[in-house]
DNA sequence: TATTGTTATACTCTATAACTATA
DNA sequence: TATAGTTATAGAGTATAACAATA
């Protein structure tokens, strides 16, 4: 007799937190995603707006770095932003190497509606999980966060 | 005056649980990953080892519906384990259109030797973090990869 | 000599269409 | 006609090397 599966198990991976942490990542960047699509965004993108928002006149190297991503993978996203007229890119006058980035107008408000929006789909995703937990998920996730910085030093 | 940046601020991101999940789970990735090359495997095809290990006789489509990833992709992946001998892949008898994977004693050993490397990488990365803390995460995780099969029904 | 941003390129992961062999 | 597995291919995302301009 050759032997047949009725119903997967997964029981073995479901012992790992990291396994249902990625699992419910891949959840959570879909809809991220889905949401964005409405502003033309992408996570990425969305992520490069915020922080240029929020940190007016941001170099394109430090940009990739709070990105965790390698600058030539920065420049397209770059572009794209600046094409769109939601950014400036202008040179450094004491260092004619640098790019500082800046939110136009427009780029501040698609920023606000997208975040606004992106707000509202966390809120539908967590509204089961009540606040002391979130913040003990927020707590815990920054941890192992720490430990790799911990790692690599 | 030009604005210029000292530190980067993500202040607005990290106001999203699903930034620091993106975050946390991008270090567990990597380390994992780190991990399972010892064993010259990847987070996919020890996760496919693992299934198919736990459900012996289990088809590629089933496989592909439990990794949620799509059959083409799925076939380079089985051709390296069963290269490898560490999988079989044998036709079903009453429907010669399905392969039935089962694990070989060679990949049932790997896939211990893994487990419990993996096992000892997770342990590291949250022994900070206390027993009731993790069930309660897992079960929010849970709770969040519930949501969006709600959403698609 | 080192750094900023860029180009070219490659590798992985993932997704879709179309094929074959079976049902 | 529908399904299991396959092939070919294309699109993201990410990584490295090498270059021009500047320090």
Not at 113 to 119: D, E, H, R
């Amino acid at each position: 007799m050759q032997p047949q599966i009725d119903k997967v198990s997964d029981a073995p991976l479901r012992e790992f937190v990291g396994y249902h942490i990625k699992r419910a990542f891949n959840v959570i960047q879909a809809d991220l995603n889905d949401v964005l699509s409405r502003f033309d965004l992408r996570m990425i993108s969305y992520s490069a707006l915020v922080l240029i928002v929020e940190n007016p006149g941001i170099r394109q190297s430090q940009l990739a770095t709070a990105l965790a991503i390698e600058r030539p993978n920065l420049v397209v996203i770059i572009d794209e932003l600046e094409k769109r007229e939601l950014i400036t890119r202008d040179r450094l006058l004491t260092d004619r190497r640098a790019y500082l980035l800046q939110a136009t107008l427009a780029g501040r408000r698609l920023c606000d509606k997208a975040a606004t929006a992106v707000g509202a789909h966390e809120e539908a995703l967590f509204e089961e999980i009540d606040k002391d937990t979130r913040s003990s998920i927020v707590d815990a996730l920054n941890r192992i966060e720490a430990k790799s910085r911990e790692d690599r030093s």
